[in-house]
């Protein structure tokens, strides 16, 4: 732990391995930098930026002007002035974060516990083949482009984008590497791909990625036309028995808001924390849009 403040926390044990977790991962596809209390991860090469999070068994205090170091060479590198890290873990980021100018969102970390018994597939997907998708399967470009529709129109609400929609995304919008990198990802063993499918068209999916006996589960979307199915739940839980297969004694995500964690309850998960990223405000003058961060929210 990073401060004296969360000793006492009932988790500690538990949100110590996150950070290992946390600060492992990014490693296997980024450079790092050392800036003091805080590490930066830049990506090598094309795909989704990474960010920068506390350094690992840091101590000491925390100051904007160690935020504002960081931002500065991320503008200097063109990437995203991202942080990322967990409340409990580093409680004196928040401040220095807020001072330095950037926005922080809250985000329920949930875990879910060994003894809980596995939620049957098919018990949620309604009768709708949901699969692990390898490196050579077809279905990989459609479950990997479903996030970036599912997080332009956030939220449970059904809406607007559909197979047309994603159809066009992977024809036109998988130009950034993303398909490549997951492939051998996936070779590695570090990212596995499930999807839920219906009539040979990917409508909801995400990742996990396993690392010494934890996962993360990530980017977990569904095509806004095919919301309120049960179709991220039942994604989820293929995912969870997935990892579990793997050896990961512990399973993890961060949950959009509240109201998704309740979504994520029913599989067995429980909040032990708050994971809070951090960003520039929205602009009030119309810009190009930036390119999307990873996704780090499972939605519906």
Do not use: C, N
């Amino acid at each position: 732990m990073t401060s004296a403040d969360s000793d006492d926390h009932p988790e500690r044990a538990l949100l110590d391995r996150l950070e290992e977790y946390y600060d492992a991962v990014p490693r296997h596809g980024a450079r790092v930098e050392d800036h003091g209390p805080l590490t930066l991860f830049v990506r090598e090469g094309k795909g989704w930026p990474f960010y920068a999070r506390p350094a690992r068994e840091w101590s000491g205090p925390l100051a904007a002007a160690d935020v504002q170091k960081v931002r500065a060479r991320q503008r200097e590198l063109g990437i995203p002035e991202s942080f990322e890290w967990v409340a409990e873990t580093t409680p004196t980021l928040r401040a220095a974060v807020e001072e330095s100018g950037l926005v922080v969102h809250e985000h329920p970390l949930m875990v879910l516990d060994p003894s809980t018994p596995a939620v049957p597939v098919e018990e949620l997907s309604g009768g709708i083949a949901v699969r692990i998708v390898g490196a050579d399967d077809p279905m990989l470009s459609s479950a990997l482009a479903i996030p970036h529709l599912a997080f332009a129109e956030p939220g449970t609400h059904v809406g607007r984008a559909g197979t047309p929609q994603l159809a066009e995304a992977v024809a036109t919008g998988l130009v950034d590497g993303s398909v490549e990198r997951a492939i051998v990802r996936i070779r590695a063993g570090l990212t596995v791909v499930a999807a839920a499918v219906e009539d040979a068209a990917a409508l909801s999916a995400g990742q996990h990625q396993p690392l010494a006996g934890v996962s993360e589960i990530v980017g977990v979307g569904t095509l806004p036309t095919a919301r309120r199915r049960g179709l991220a739940l039942a994604v989820t839980a293929a995912l969870v028995a997935d990892a579990r297969s793997r050896g990961a004694a512990t399973v993890f995500l961060s949950a959009g808001d509240d109201d998704v964690a309740r979504i994520y309850a029913r599989l067995g998960f429980r909040t032990i924390g708050t994971a809070l990223i951090a960003e520039p405000a929205e602009p009030t003058e119309p810009t190009e849009p930036a390119e999307p961060a990873e996704p780090a929210e499972p939605t519906e």
